[in-house]
Nanobody, 115 residues
Framework: QVQLVESGGGLVQAGGSLRLSCVGSGRTFSSYAMGWFRQAPGKERERVAT????????NYAESVKGRFTISRSNANNALYLQMNSLKPEDTAVYYC????????WGQGTQVTVSS
């Protein structure tokens, strides 16, 4: 099983940037398509971005397209999310997981964007 630990969240003003990181331990996730997900208060968890195992295909939710960039380092068993031009509606707890959500969820990292 893979244990996932997210980091890099924080409080930022609208228009600012953050870079989230996710590191896996216990087992490599290099052969899996991975994704970033987020959950805002009172809302369901939603998929934000996904990336294939070889980084050849990346997909984004319409709400973040052009502002967020997903990337990975299989050598480091790590997943990243560069978030630019942040908006208050991006405020949520962000999680990483396999694209099909097969791994146990980590604790996530809080992103708060002030207006």
């Amino acid at each position: 099983q893979v244990q996932l630990v997210e980091s890099g969240g924080g409080l930022v003003q609208a228009g600012g940037s953050l870079r989230l990181s996710c590191v896996g331990s216990g087992r490599t996730f290099s052969s899996y398509a991975m994704g970033w997900f987020r959950q805002a208060p009172g809302k369901e968890r939603e998929r934000v971005a996904t990336i294939t195992w070889d980084s050849s295909i990346r997909n984004y939710a319409e709400s973040v397209k052009g502002r967020f960039t997903i990337s990975r380092s299989n050598a480091n068993n790590a997943l990243y999310l560069q978030m630019n031009s942040l908006k208050p509606e991006d405020t949520a707890v962000y999680y990483c997981n396999a694209e099909d959500r097969k791994f146990e969820w980590g604790q996530g990292t809080q992103v708060t964007v002030s207006s």
